[in-house]
Each structure stands twice: as structure tokens, then as C-alpha cells.
């Protein structure tokens, strides 16, 4: 493991399965403290102690690995100026060259994701589905490093990668699917995650083998990583591995639960390169989806709305979870 990352679910199970956190509940408690402060003074202390956890890693990797990251709050999905801010606090309130700070690739996302970068600030984007959008969060990745160089940052510290998300594909394709329910359409079901990604890896060769990128390397950048989210295997009829095997490119990370992690190390095969010399078999996966009336820009609109709302849900249960939590304190 050379990376970790957060999300408000797993903040939110820590705090209601653990006593680690009621010393810091209880004072919290006392002193007043409102519930969005709490979360955002006991998180960042966390992830700043993730960072330092990792930081062996981080120097040892020059930079690359041993990063640590957290979301802006997913309410501000849809607001680019706030987005904009709340990446700044967060990165002086961590105050760790290891972070990233996760920001949604939403349409008003990548302006932020532009700015955020030109104030030297790294950056993790996450909730990517299609290939369209990756495309233009790969182009606000560059603009954002053209940015910081004419800022005067030094581009070597500047760290980024892209969460482009496997699973939740299939789980939409496959439902619509299910609805057509031919034989064509049944065996295209678990098919369509790791094209779309493999020809995401696709494009992101194209760019990073291009004459923009290949200035921005001469002043020391290091690239935008494609990372595998949502890995985890939402089916139990496919193999419980299957995106990780099936995604093994060079330069790529793949974020695993902990589930996932340990099947690898049981059963896991590693067969080199899977995606590079599957761009055409890829491509053909989506043809035959379309014949078949599966919309493909239909599918990634609608993963993209529900996933900002996911993100909504976990915020406001961490929200939640910390009020309960200090009224427990509280009381106590």
C-alpha cells in the first residue's frame, strides 16, 4: 500500500464503531464546538496523521506515492468559487506536501480542479465516468500546471491523479441489460466497466505523450495518474477480482477496500499489461452496447448526477453520525 484515502463514509463508520475519537468528542463537546467544525478539525487531524503515516513512502517514491487524500464538502459539487476556497483551507488546514485534496469532476468542478492546481495545491479528482470528461479534466490538469509554473511554483511538489470509476458501470449497464434481456444483451453483462476504463487509458497515452504535456515534463511535472475507483466487485456472479486483473496498464493506481485487497493477495493473477492491447476490443464492447439501445452518454450523466449525490448522503450521515456523537459526549 502507497496511498490512502477518505471519504465521509469511512469517517462516519469510524466514529460510531470506535472509542478512539471520544477524548476529542468530549472536548469538542464542552468547548461548543458546532457540528461542521468538529468534523472538519477531527478529520483533517486524521488525514494529517495519515499523511505523516505515509510520508516514509512519499519521500521515498520522490513525490509520487505515499499520498493521503480528502474531499471538499460534496455540497459544494455544483459551486466553482467555493470549491475553489474550501480546497485552499483544507490544504492550509492539513498543511502535509502529501495531500490531495479530492475535488469532483463536475462540469463546474474543472475550473476549480484548473485553479486549485495553479496555487500549487495537489489534487485528486474524483467521480469520473466518461470518456469525454476525463478528457477535459486531463486538459484542466495541464492548464492548472501551466498556471503554477507561471505562478512560480515549483512543479515537482505538485502531485495529481484522476478517479476515473469501474464498477458502478456495470451496475448500471447491466440493469439496463437486463431490461433488453436478449442473448446478445446478456453476454455483453460485465463488459462495459473495463472498456470504458481501458479506452480511458487510451486517451490518457494520447495526452501524456503529447508536445503540451512533454513541456510541462521538461520543467519537472509529474503526470496525472489514472486511478481505478470503485473496484470493489458489486456483482457476486463475477470474479471478485476482476478489476484489478483486468486493469493492469504502467503508471495506473488502483484504490481497493480492504476486502478486495486481501482476495488479491489470495487468488489475484497478474498477467502484465491488460489494457493497452485491448483498445479495439473495447471499442467494439461500446458499438455493440449502442445497438442495442444503451445509451452510453445517457449512463455516464446519470452515474455522474447519483454520484454527487452519494457523496451528498455520506456528508450529511458523517454530519449526522459527529451531532450524535458530541450529544453522547455531551451527557456523558
Known amino acids: 500500500m502507497v496511498g490512502v484515502t477518505t471519504n465521509p463514509t469511512i469517517f462516519a463508520k469510524a466514529l460510531s464503531d470506535a472509542s478512539a475519537y471520544d477524548g476529542q468528542l468530549r472536548d469538542l463537546a464542552l468547548r461548543g464546538i458546532t457540528v461542521e467544525e468538529a468534523v472538519r478539525m477531527m478529520t483533517t487531524y486524521d488525514v494529517r496523521w495519515a499523511c505523516d503515516v505515509m510520508k516514509p513512502a512519499y519521500d521515498a517514491s520522490a513525490g509520487v506515492d505515499g499520498r493521503v487524500s480528502i474531499e471538499v464538502d460534496p455540497r459544494l459539487a455544483h459551486e466553482t468559487e467555493k470549491t475553489i476556497a474550501e480546497a485552499k483551507s483544507l490544504w492550509w488546514l492539513v498543511d502535509r506536501p502529501n495531500l490531495f485534496i479530492k475535488i469532483p469532476a463536475t462540469q463546474p468542478g474543472l475550473p476549480a480542479i484548473t485553479a486549485t492546481l495553479a496555487q500549487g495545491i495537489s489534487v485528486n479528482v474524483t467521480l469520473i465516468f466518461s470518456l469525454q470528461r476525463y478528457s477535459e479534466v486531463m486538459d484542466a490538469f495541464l492548464a492548472g500546471l501551466e498556471q503554477a509554473k507561471a505562478n512560480g511554483h515549483d512543479l515537482t511538489k ?175
Not at 496525472?224 to 493506481?253: H, M
Open 158 to 332: 505538485i502531485g495529481s491523479v484522476a478517479s476515473f470509476f469501474v464498477s458502478r458501470v456495470d451496475t448500471e449497464v447491466d440493469k439496463r441489460l437486463d431490461k433488453v434481456g436478449s442473448d446478445e444483451a446478456k453476454a455483453l453483462k460485465g463488459k462495459a466497466a473495463i472498456a470504458n476504463a481501458q479506452l480511458a487509458y487510451e486517451r490518457y497515452a494520447e495526452v501524456f505523450s503529447s508536445e503540451r504535456w512533454q513541456a510541462l515534463a521538461d520543467a519537472g511535472a509529474h503526470p496525472q495518474r489514472p486511478l481505478w475507483a470503485s473496484t470493489s466487485t458489486k456483482n457476486p456472479d463475477f470474479r471478485d477480482v476482476i478489476y484489478v486483473e483486468e486493469l493492469v496498464a504502467p503508471g495506473v493506481v488502483n484504490t481497493m477496500p480492504e476486502p478486495t485487497i486481501h482476495a488479491y493477495a489470495d487468488h489475484g493473477e497478474t498477467r502484465g499489461d491488460t489494457v493497452t492491447g485491448a483498445y479495439d476490443d473495447a471499442r467494439k464492447v461500446l458499438d455493440d452496447l449502442a445497438k442495442l439501445g444503451i445509451e452510453y452518454d445517457d449512463v455516464v450523466e446519470t452515474l455522474e448526477r447519483e454520484g454527487v449525490e452519494k457523496f451528498e448522503a455520506s456528508w450529511l450521515e458523517l454530519l449526522q453520525t459527529v451531532e450524535t456523537q458530541l450529544s453522547n459526549a455531551t451527557n456523558a
